[in-house]
Every structure is written in structure tokens, then in C-alpha cells.
């Protein structure tokens, strides 16, 4: 690999976080909370997600208890 095929690709690397940073910062501020910390929003974006994934799950498991029971 020659020094100019490295220096597009770490310029892209870099420029593809920044792009994800970025987006962390506007997705708390989607989800109503700000912060112009990165590991805020990362901890914000995390909590939040975990909740409605567990939300899901329980959501999940209603639905076949009641297919289950309409079945028996």
C-alpha cells in the first residue's frame, strides 16, 4: 500500500467518526436530551435503547401467552 492509498483511507476513517459522533450528539437531542458530551450521549443513547428493547421483549412475550392461549 503506498502513503497516499493510507492517507485517503485514515482521511476516511476519521471522517466516518466524526459522522458517527456527530450522530450520537443529534439523536440525543432527537430523543429530547442534550448534552455536548460524547459519552453522555452515548450513555443517554444506550439507556434509552435498552429500555424500549425490553419494553419489546415483554411486548413479545404478552403476544404468545395470548396466541397460546387462543390455541389451547
Do not use: P
Not at 485514515?10 to 459522533?21: E, N, Q, R, T
Amino acid at each position: 500500500m503506498f502513503a497516499n492509498d493510507y492517507k485517503s483511507y485514515l482521511l476516511g476513517l476519521v471522517f466516518y467518526k466524526y459522522l458517527s459522533d456527530k450522530m450520537f450528539l443529534h439523536s440525543t437531542s432527537l430523543l429530547e436530551e442534550t448534552t455536548t458530551d460524547l459519552t453522555e450521549a452515548q450513555r443517554i443513547y444506550i439507556e434509552i435503547i435498552t429500555v424500549h428493547l425490553i419494553q419489546i421483549k415483554i411486548g413479545s412475550n404478552r403476544l404468545k401467552q395470548r396466541f397460546s392461549e387462543n390455541a389451547a
